[in-house]
C-alpha cells in the first residue's frame, strides 16, 4: 500500500517545499535582510543612545531623513558601534526611498567647533547609503558660530559630500518642512525613540518566527511524506492521531503568530487611533505594509500546509480505513466460522416434539446473532465498494476480499434456511403423529369408558356402536395419513430414530383400529340379538363374585309364566366373555400410555431443567469473571461466585452428561425407570449441599439483587423473572422426582419394575428427610462438641419436656409443674440432643430457625418408659440411674409412637451387640471380670456376685415378655395390668412389637441393664425406684442450660420450693421403710 501512494506523495511535498521556500525569500526581502542582516535586537543598546536615529520624515523630493541630536560624548562613539547604527539606520526605508538619497541634519547648536568638524569628517569618510545633502546647524555661540564660520569656509572641500551650514532652524525650514521635522527642530512630528525601537523589534521578530515557522512546515511535510503507512488498524490510528496533533499545534503556532500581526498592525496605528487628526509618517506607513506583506506570507504557508495536509490525511484516513477493512474482515471471517459451526451442531432433529421446538427455538436465537453478523458483513461489503469506488490507490485484494465476504453470507443464509426449513418440518412430522397418538389415546379412553354392563342390552349396544362410528368418522383424516405418504413427504429429515417412531405410531393406529373393528363386530352382534320380551332380574351378590357361575347359565323370568325358566345364552356369553377380554386389553393399554405420559413428563421437565441451569451458569456465573463486567459487581458480590451458586455446576455435570442420557434409555419401558433413580442415588445426594448453601445464597442475593449486575445479566438473557427464581429450581426440581414417581407407582402395579420404583421413591424421600433434618441441624448453636461425633441424624422434632432430677435419696421437684419446657429434640446414633427453638427472623431462606443447646444424653446411659401416667402421647427417658428423668409430651399419638420405635431399635441393637460380645468372651476372661467386678461391688455397698454365666441367663429371664416373676437381687416385676406406683425398674423387654400387658414398660439401654445388673439391683436402689409419681413435674436444679425467664420463675417461687422438698422427703421416707415396695 506504501507503494501506491509514492509517487502522488512525491509530488505534494514537492510543490509544498516550493511553496514554503519562496515564503522564506519574500521574508527576507520584506525585511531586506540580504543587504543587512542586522537586526535591532542586535544593536538594542546603542539604538537607546540614540545618538542618531531615523525620525520618518522626507525631503522635498523624498528623500529619508536621519537626525544627529545634540550629543556632546559623539566622539567617544567607537567607529563600529558608529557604523552599525548608520547601517540599521540606512536599511530600514524602502529601496525606492533609499534609491533617491539620505538628508542628515546634523543638530550642533549647543556644541564647538571642533566637535562640529569631527562629526562632518566621521560622516563624511563612512556613510554606507547614498547621502544627498547634509544640513547643519552651527554653534549658537558668538565665537564658536564666528569660528565656524571660518574654518568650514577653510576646510569645505575636506568633508567630500555636500554640506549646508545653517544659522537658525527658520533656515532648516526652508530645505524640509516642518511637518517633517521633530518638534526638537521646531517641526510638528511625534516622535518616540522608545516606540519607535519597540515596533522595530516587534516587527523584525514577527518576521523571524514566520521564516523559523515555514522552515518547520517543510521539515514537518518531509517527515509525514516519509513515514512508513502500516498495516494494523491499531498502529495506523495511531498515527494519525500523532500527525493530527502535531498538525493542530502547528496550526495553533500560525494562529498565535496571526493575532499578534494583527496586534502589531494595532500599536503602529496607536497615534491615529488616539488622534484621528493625526497622521502616520512615511516609516510608519511602510511598517505597515511590511506587516501585511509578513501576513500574506502567514497566510500563503498556511494554504500550502492545509492543502498539503488533505492530501496526507486522505492518505493516512484510507489506510486507516483499508487496516480496518482487513481486521473487520478477519474477525468476521472467524465469526462466520463460527457461525458455520454452530450451525453445524443443528443436524440433529430431536427425538420429541418439545426438544425438536427447543432446538427451533435455538436456531432462532441463533438466526438473530447470524444476521447481526450478517448485517455487518454486508455493511463491510458496501464499505469495501465505496473504499474501491472512491480511490484509485485501492488495490484488487480489497475486492477478492467482498467477493468472499458474499459469498459467505450467501452460503450461511441459505443454509439457515435449510435448517430451519428441516425443524419446522420435523416438528410438523411430530405434530402429526402426537395427533395420531392423541387420537389413539382418545379412542382407548373412550373403549375404556364404554360401561360393558349396559351394553349388553339391545339400547346400550346401539348407543356405544354409534358413539364409536361417530368418532371414526370425525378421525377420517388421521387414518387416511398413511405411512407411505410420510415416507415420500418426510424423506429428508427422517433419521434412524424417528423412523422407529412413525413405525410404533403407525402400529399403535392399526392395533387401535383393530380393537375399534373387534368393538364394532361385538356392538352388532349386541344390537342386532332378537329377543322375547323379559324383564331383567338383577344377579344376586353371590353371583357377581362368581364370573364361573355367571358365565353357566342366566335365570329369565317370563312375563307370562309364575315360574323360573333357565334360559341357555351360549352366543351372548362368548360375546360376554371376549369384551371381558377386550376390557381388560384396553385398560392395560390406557395404563400403558399413562405411563408413557409420566415419562414424557419426566424427560422434557428435566431437559428444561438442564437448560435452565446452563442458562443461569452461562448469563450468571460465567459473566461475573468477565472482565468488562467488573465495574457493575458490587464489593458486597465479589468473590462470592461460589456463596451465590452453590455446587450448581456440579448438579448440571451431572445431569447433563450422565442422568438425562440415563432417562431417556428408559424411553420405550417407562415402568422401569425406578433402577435409574437407584442406581445414580448416591450422586443425587449432592442436592443436600445446595440445600446447605442455600440460605447464605438467598442472603446476598437480598443483599445485591438491585445492583446494575444482575439487571444487565438478565437484560442479555431476556428473561421475565429474577436470578433468584432460577436459583430455586434445584430445590424444585428434587422435590419434583417424588411427585413423578408417585404417578408412575399408581399406573405401573404389578408390572415389573413396580418394586424399583417404590424403593426410588424411598430413597428420595429419604433425601428430602435428610436434606430437612440437616437443614435445622447446622441451625444449632452453642454445642461445643463435634455433631459429626453423635452419628447419624435419625429424627428431629419439637415437644414438650418435663424434667425431673434426684439428688441423693431427695427428689428435687420443679415448681412450674403444669408449664413444660419447649424443646426441639435432635436423635443421633450415639445421643439424644435438647434443643430450645428460637423465634424465626427474615423472610424467604432467611427465615429459619436456630436452636439453642440446652442438654444432651447418651444413648448408651438412657432407657425409656413407653407410656407416662396422664397422657398417652406421653413417654419417659431416664438415665440409668434414675438422677435424670425426662417426660416427653408429642403432637401425637403417632408422633410419640414413631419415635419410641426409632429409640426401640437403637436400644435393641445395642443390647444385641452387647450379648455377641458376651458371647465371643473366653470363660476366664469372665471369671477375671467378675472378680474385678464384684471387688468394685463392694466399695460400693453390693454384697451380692454372680458369674458372667448367671448373669447372662438372668438377663435372658429378664427379656423374655409375659414374665410376671421378680428376679432375685432386683428390683424389676411385670404385672399383667401393671400400675406406674407397683413398676419400680422393670428391665427393657427389647421386642420388636408392643406387648398387650406391657403399656407401661420402660426400655432401657444396654449399658444402664448391664450396669445395674452388675451392681445386683438391690431392694433398697433408690436409682431405679419409681415408686413416687412424678409427672407434670421437673428438676428445680436440672443440669439442662437454663434461661433467664425460666431462673426468674424459680426465684419467685423459692419458698414454695422448701416447702415441696420438706413433704418430699418425709415421703420418701416413709416409703423406704417397707423393704417389699
Known amino acids: 500500500m506504501a507503494m501506491i501512494w509514492m509517487q502522488t506523495e512525491k509530488t505534494v511535498v514537492q510543490e509544498l517545499q516550493r511553496r514554503l521556500s519562496n515564503v522564506s525569500h519574500s521574508i527576507d526581502e520584506i525585511m531586506q535582510k540580504e543587504s543587512s542582516p542586522l537586526f535591532a535586537a542586535d544593536i538594542i543598546t546603542e539604538l537607546k543612545r540614540q545618538f542618531s536615529f531615523l525620525s520618518g520624515g522626507r525631503g522635498q523630493d523624498g528623500s529619508p531623513i536621519i537626525i544627529f541630536p545634540e550629543f556632546p560624548l559623539f566622539s567617544e562613539i567607537g567607529d563600529q558601534e558608529f557604523r552599525n547604527v548608520l547601517t540599521y539606520l540606512t536599511s530600514i526605508p524602502s529601496l525606492s526611498a533609499a534609491g533617491v538619497g539620505f538628508i542628515v541634519v546634523i543638530d550642533r547648536r549647543g556644541d564647538r567647533w571642533a566637535c562640529l568638524k569631527a562629526t562632518l569628517l566621521r560622516i563624511s569618510g563612512w556613510f554606507p547609503a547614498n547621502l544627498r545633502l547634509v544640513l547643519v546647524l552651527r554653534p549658537s555661540a558668538i565665537l564658536q558660530r564666528t569660528l565656524s564660520d571660518v574654518f568650514f569656509k577653510l576646510h569645505r572641500d575636506d568633508f567630500k559630500v555636500p554640506v549646508i551650514m545653517l544659522s537658525s532652524v527658520a533656515d532648516l525650514h526652508s530645505y524640509i518642512e516642518r511637518s517633517q521635522l521633530t518638534q526638537d527642530l521646531g517641526g510638528s512630528q511625534y516622535y518616540c525613540h522608545k516606540t519607535w525601537i519597540s515596533h522595530r523589534t516587534d516587527l523584525e521578530s514577527f518576521a523571524a518566527l514566520l521564516k523559523r515557522m515555514a522552515q518547520r512546515l517543510q521539515m514537518f511535510g518531509r517527515e509525514l511524506a516519509e513515514t512508513e503507512l502500516p498495516n494494523n488498524h491499531l498502529t495506523a490510528g495511531n498515527l494519525h492521531n500523532a500527525h493530527s496533533s502535531r498538525k493542530d499545534r502547528l496550526k495553533e503556532e500560525m494562529a498565535e503568530a496571526l493575532s499578534q500581526g494583527r496586534k502589531l498592525l494595532e500599536n503602529i496605528r496607536e497615534p491615529v487611533r488616539r488622534d484621528p487628526d493625526s497622521s502616520l509618517n512615511p516609516d510608519q506607513l511602510e511598517n505597515l505594509a511590511t506587516v501585511h506583506r509578513l501576513l500574506s506570507q502567514l497566510n500563503e504557508s498556511s494554504t500550502a500546509f492545509d492543502e498539503f495536509w488533505i492530501q496526507h490525511q486522505n492518505k493516512l484516513e484510507l489506510c486507516l480505513k483499508l487496516c480496518q477493512f482487513e481486521h473487520s474482515f478477519q474477525q468476521l471471517q472467524t465469526e462466520l466460522e463460527q457461525a458455520t459451526e454452530t450451525m453445524n451442531a443443528f443436524s440433529d432433529i430431536g427425538i420429541s416434539p418439545a426438544q425438536t421446538e427447543h432446538l427451533l427455538q435455538e436456531l432462532t436465537n441463533h438466526e438473530r446473532k447470524v444476521f447481526e453478523v450478517l448485517d455487518r458483513v454486508r455493511s463491510l461489503v458496501a464499505e469495501g465498494q465505496g473504499l474501491i469506488d472512491s480511490s484509485q490507490n485501492v488495490d484488487d485484494s480489497v475486492a477478492v476480499k467482498c467477493s468472499e465476504l458474499q459469498k459467505a453470507r450467501e452460503n450461511l443464509i441459505q443454509e439457515l434456511k435449510d435448517k430451519k426449513t428441516m425443524l419446522t418440518q420435523a416438528i410438523e412430522l411430530y405434530r402429526r403423529l402426537d395427533t395420531v397418538c392423541k387420537w389413539c389415546d382418545d379412542g382407548i379412553y373412550m373403549l375404556a369408558s364404554q360401561p360393558l354392563d349396559k351394553c349388553q342390552s339391545q339400547e346400550g349396544a346401539e348407543s356405544a356402536l354409534s358413539e364409536l362410528e361417530f368418532y371414526l368418522e370425525t378421525a377420517n383424516e388421521k387414518q387416511q395419513w398413511e405411512i407411505s405418504t410420510v415416507w415420500l413427504e418426510y424423506e429428508s429429515i427422517l433419521n434412524n430414530e424417528l423412523r422407529e417412531q412413525v413405525k410404533r405410531t403407525f402400529e399403535k393406529k392399526a392395533s387401535l383400529q383393530e380393537m375399534f373393528e373387534r368393538r364394532r363386530v361385538s356392538l352388532k352382534k349386541l344390537a342386532a340379538k332378537q329377543t322375547r320380551p323379559v324383564q331383567p332380574v338383577a344377579p344376586r351378590p353371590e353371583s357377581l363374585s362368581s364370573p364361573a357361575h355367571r358365565d353357566h347359565e342366566n335365570i329369565c323370568i317370563s312375563e307370562d309364566s309364575d315360574s323360573n325358566v333357565p334360559c341357555k345364552q351360549g352366543s351372548f356369553d362368548q360375546v360376554d366373555r371376549s369384551s371381558r377380554n377386550a376390557s381388560v386389553s384396553e385398560e392395560e393399554e390406557t395404563l400403558a400410555v399413562l405411563r408413557r405420559h409420566v415419562m414424557n413428563e419426566l424427560l422434557e421437565t428435566e431437559r428444561a431443567y438442564v437448560e435452565e441451569l446452563l442458562c443461569v451458569l452461562q448469563g450468571y456465573a460465567a459473566e461475573m469473571d468477565n472482565p468488562s463486567m467488573a465495574p457493575l459487581i458490587p464489593a458486597a458480590l465479589q468473590n462470592k461466585k461460589d456463596v451465590l451458586f452453590g455446587n450448581m455446576q456440579e448438579i448440571y455435570n451431572f445431569h447433563k452428561r450422565i442422568f438425562l442420557k440415563e432417562l431417556e434409555t428408559y424411553t420405550d419401558c417407562p415402568e422401569l425407570v425406578g433402577r435409574c433413580f437407584l442406581d445414580w442415588m448416591r450422586e443425587l445426594q449432592i442436592y443436600e449441599k445446595y440445600c446447605h448453601n442455600k440460605p447464605r445464597s438467598e442472603s446476598l442475593w437480598r443483599q445485591c439483587s438491585d445492583c446494575a449486575f444482575f439487571q444487565e445479566c438478565q437484560k442479555k438473557l431476556e428473561h421475565k423473572l429474577g436470578l433468584d427464581s432460577y436459583l430455586l429450581k434445584p430445590v424444585q426440581r428434587i422435590t419434583k422426582y417424588q411427585l413423578l414417581l408417585?404417578?408412575?407407582?399408581?399406573?405401573?402395579?404389578?408390572?415389573?419394575?413396580?418394586?424399583?420404583?417404590?424403593?426410588?421413591?424411598?430413597?428420595?424421600?429419604?433425601?428430602?428427610?435428610?436434606?430437612?433434618?440437616?437443614?435445622?441441624?447446622?441451625?444449632?448453636?452453642?454445642?461445643?462438641?463435634?455433631?459429626?461425633?453423635?452419628?447419624?441424624?435419625?429424627?428431629?422434632?419439637?415437644?414438650?419436656?418435663?424434667?425431673?432430677?434426684?439428688?441423693?435419696?431427695?427428689?428435687?421437684?420443679?415448681?412450674?409443674?403444669?408449664?413444660?419446657?419447649?424443646?426441639?429434640?435432635?436423635?443421633?446414633?450415639?445421643?439424644?440432643?435438647?434443643?430450645?427453638?428460637?423465634?424465626?427472623?427474615?423472610?424467604?431462606?432467611?427465615?429459619?430457625?436456630?436452636?439453642?443447646?440446652?442438654?444432651?444424653?447418651?444413648?448408651?446411659?438412657?432407657?425409656?418408659?413407653?407410656?407416662?401416667?396422664?397422657?398417652?402421647?406421653?413417654?419417659?427417658?431416664?438415665?440409668?440411674?434414675?438422677?435424670?428423668?425426662?417426660?416427653?409430651?408429642?403432637?401425637?399419638?403417632?408422633?410419640?409412637?414413631?419415635?419410641?420405635?426409632?429409640?426401640?431399635?437403637?436400644?435393641?441393637?445395642?443390647?444385641?451387640?452387647?450379648?455377641?460380645?458376651?458371647?465371643?468372651?473366653?470363660?476366664?476372661?469372665?471369671?477375671?471380670?467378675?472378680?474385678?467386678?464384684?471387688?468394685?461391688?463392694?466399695?460400693?455397698?453390693?454384697?451380692?456376685?454372680?458369674?458372667?454365666?448367671?448373669?447372662?441367663?438372668?438377663?435372658?429371664?429378664?427379656?423374655?415378655?409375659?414374665?410376671?416373676?421378680?428376679?432375685?437381687?432386683?428390683?424389676?416385676?411385670?404385672?399383667?395390668?401393671?400400675?406406674?406406683?407397683?413398676?419400680?425398674?422393670?428391665?427393657?423387654?427389647?421386642?420388636?412389637?408392643?406387648?398387650?400387658?406391657?403399656?407401661?414398660?420402660?426400655?432401657?439401654?444396654?449399658?444402664?441393664?448391664?450396669?445395674?445388673?452388675?451392681?445386683?439391683?438391690?431392694?433398697?436402689?433408690?436409682?431405679?425406684?419409681?415408686?413416687?409419681?412424678?409427672?407434670?413435674?421437673?428438676?428445680?436444679?436440672?443440669?439442662?442450660?437454663?434461661?433467664?425467664?425460666?431462673?426468674?420463675e424459680d426465684k419467685l417461687c423459692e419458698d414454695e420450693l422448701q416447702s415441696m422438698r420438706i413433704e418430699e422427703e418425709f415421703q420418701l421416707s416413709e416409703e423406704t421403710k417397707d423393704p417389699e415396695e
Request: with cysteine; hydrophobic share 30%; aromatic share 8%.
Open 742 to 1048: 408417585k404417578e408412575m407407582i399408581k399406573y405401573s402395579k404389578g408390572r415389573e419394575g413396580s418394586v424399583e420404583l417404590q424403593a426410588a421413591l424411598s430413597s428420595i424421600l429419604g433425601i428430602l428427610k435428610a436434606v430437612n433434618d440437616s437443614m435445622h441441624l447446622i441451625a444449632i448453636t452453642g454445642y461445643e462438641g463435634n455433631l459429626g461425633d453423635l452419628g447419624r441424624l435419625l429424627m428431629q422434632g419439637s415437644f414438650s419436656v418435663w424434667a425431673e432430677h434426684k439428688r441423693g435419696h431427695v427428689k428435687v421437684i420443679e415448681l412450674a409443674r403444669f408449664k413444660p419446657m419447649q424443646r426441639h429434640l435432635f436423635l443421633h446414633e450415639k445421643a439424644l440432643l435438647f434443643c430450645k427453638r428460637r423465634e424465626e427472623s427474615g423472610e424467604g431462606y432467611e427465615k429459619a430457625p436456630s436452636y439453642s443447646f440446652k442438654q444432651e444424653l447418651s444413648m448408651a446411659a438412657i432407657g425409656i418408659t413407653e407410656h407416662a401416667k396422664g397422657d398417652s402421647k406421653k413417654f419417659e427417658i431416664w438415665s440409668s440411674s434414675r438422677d435424670e428423668v425426662y417426660t416427653v409430651q408429642a403432637v401425637s399419638e403417632e408422633v410419640k409412637t414413631i419415635w419410641v420405635t426409632e429409640i426401640r431399635k437403637l436400644l435393641t441393637g445395642q443390647l444385641e451387640a452387647c450379648k455377641e460380645a458376651s458371647q465371643q468372651r473366653a470363660p476366664d476372661q469372665f471369671t477375671s471380670d467378675t472378680s474385678s467386678t464384684n471387688g468394685n461391688l463392694r466399695c460400693g455397698g453390693v454384697e451380692k456376685q454372680k458369674t458372667e454365666e448367671e448373669r447372662g441367663k438372668e438377663l435372658e429371664n429378664i427379656l423374655e415378655p409375659g414374665t410376671t416373676q421378680r428376679v432375685k437381687g432386683s428390683s424389676f416385676s411385670f404385672e399383667t395390668k401393671p400400675k406406674r406406683q407397683d413398676i419400680r425398674s422393670d428391665p427393657t423387654p427389647l421386642e420388636t412389637g408392643p406387648h398387650p400387658n406391657l403399656g407401661g414398660v420402660r426400655w432401657f439401654s444396654t449399658s444402664s441393664l448391664f450396669q445395674n445388673h452388675r451392681r445386683g439391683w438391690s431392694k433398697g436402689s433408690l436409682s431405679l425406684d419409681a415408686s413416687v409419681e412424678h409427672d407434670g413435674y421437673f428438676s428445680a436444679e436440672e443440669q439442662m442450660i437454663s434461661d433467664p425467664e425460666e431462673e426468674k
